[in-house]
Nanobody
Framework: QVQLVESGGGLVQAGGSLRLSCAAS????????MGWDRQAPGKKRELVAA???????NYADSVKGRFTISRDNPKNTVYLQMNSLNPEDTSVYYC??????????????WGPGTQVTVSS
């Protein structure tokens, strides 16, 4: 089986920074795209950032210029550096990855989520 485990969430004041990490483990043949979603109470889940296996990033307009996604392929890990945080960034952040467990099968996986709370 495959597991994704996030870390790095917490409480921070507006204007502050946090760095999220997500490590994939288990029966992994290859990891394709990795990324981060978030969902605030009463709101739809939204894409925050994604990164291809080759390192090309993509960001939601709301986080461009403030968040940076990166990955360490040998460690099967994706990171999200979040700067200039504001209360609207308060959400549960979910790591996701498209993972091949063998040559023929690729599935999407999500972590359990990590809470990020930004106080004003």
């Amino acid at each position: 089986q495959v597991q994704l485990v996030e870390s790095g969430g917490g409480l921070v004041q507006a204007g502050g920074s946090l760095r999220l990490s997500c490590a994939a483990s288990g029966r992994i043949f290859r990891i394709n795209a990795m990324g981060w979603d978030r969902q605030a109470p009463g709101k739809k889940r939204e894409l925050v950032a994604a990164i291809t296996s080759g390192g090309t990033p993509n960001y939601a307009d709301s986080v461009k210029g403030r968040f940076t996604i990166s990955r360490d392929n040998p460690k099967n890990t994706v990171y999200l550096q979040m700067n200039s945080l504001n209360p609207e960034d308060t959400s549960v952040y979910y790591c996701n990855a498209r993972i091949r467990t063998n040559v023929w099968v690729a599935n999407a996986y999500w972590g359990p989520g990590t809470q990020v709370t930004v106080s004003s």
